[in-house]
T-cell receptor, first 114, second 112 residues
Framework: QQQVKQSPQSLIVQKGGISIINCAYE??????FPWYQQFPGKGPALLIAIRPDVSEKKEGRFTISFNKSAKQFSLHIMDSQPGDSATYFC?????????????FGKGTKLSVKP | DAGVIQSPRHEVTEMGQEVTLRCKPISGHNSLFWYRQTMMRGLELLIYFNNNVPIDDSGMPEDRFSAKMPNASFSTLKIQPSEPRDSAVYFC??????????FGEGSRLTVL
């Protein structure tokens, strides 16, 4: 119940294309869902986050879609750029719990080809 | 503003040696987390502190691992004795309870 399952493990997209990464969870107590971006040699950094009172959140080219009934959420990167090449982690935790005590997915390595 | 500062960035040691990793959280942050990252297991939470007090150490793999936070600006993660399977990147992260974790750049540990 504490797992967050992320797919795909790796993704190759052409420049200008749409990158889609999916995550699923089981624990209905989870109500905070961030995505972190990690470049090689760096620590993860918060990219965008959503709470389940909305079904979608958009920040620039990055959009989170949330399906509460299916217990799934996804990250869409529109007009993908080579600079987006990184590893992306979805995560979850109960908002009422210790914030920052996140359960992370295994990560998706995104490569955007020029 | 300085971010989370970790040292050393790289450590190569031999099996059986003691390893100490250090972390300085962002000033004003009251929670500190130690994560371990490997290809096989991804990001694993080892332990976290709230106001310098250890809250949950259930992720610490075994008694060879210990962590301390003597004050609000410093934490250590110690492995004694180290084993090859401890090779990983260890991240420290801090937060001011806003939900956003700020990670350091990590300490890459190689145990030969």
């Amino acid at each position: 119940q504490q797992q967050v399952k992320q797919s795909p493990q790796s993704l190759i997209v052409q420049k200008g294309g749409i990158s889609i990464i999916n995550c699923a969870y089981e624990n209905t107590a989870f109500d905070y869902f961030p995505w972190y971006q990690q470049f090689p040699g760096k620590g993860p950094a918060l990219l965008i986050a959503i709470r389940p009172d909305v079904s979608e959140k958009k920040e620039g080219r990055f959009t989170i879609s949330f399906n509460k009934s299916a217990k799934q959420f996804s990250l869409h990167i529109m007009d993908s750029q080579p600079g987006d090449s990184a590893t992306y982690f979805c995560a979850a935790n109960p908002w009422g719990g210790s914030q920052g005590n996140l359960i992370f997915g295994k990560g998706t390595k995104l490569s955007v080809k020029p | 503003d300085a971010g989370v500062i970790q040292s050393p960035r790289h450590e190569v040691t031999e099996m059986g040696q003691e390893v100490t990793l250090r972390c300085k959280p962002i000033s004003g942050h009251n929670s500190l987390f130690w994560y371990r990252q490997t290809m096989m297991r991804g990001l694993e939470l080892l332990i976290y502190f709230n106001n310098n007090v250890p809250i949950d150490d259930s992720g610490m793999p075994e008694d060879r691992f210990s962590a301390k936070m003597p004050n609000a600006s410093f934490s250590t993660l110690k492995i004694q004795p180290s084993e090859p399977r401890d090779s990983a990147v260890y991240f420290c992260a801090s937060t001011r309870s806003t939900g956003e974790l700020f990670f350091g750049e990590g300490s890459r540990l190689t145990v030969l």
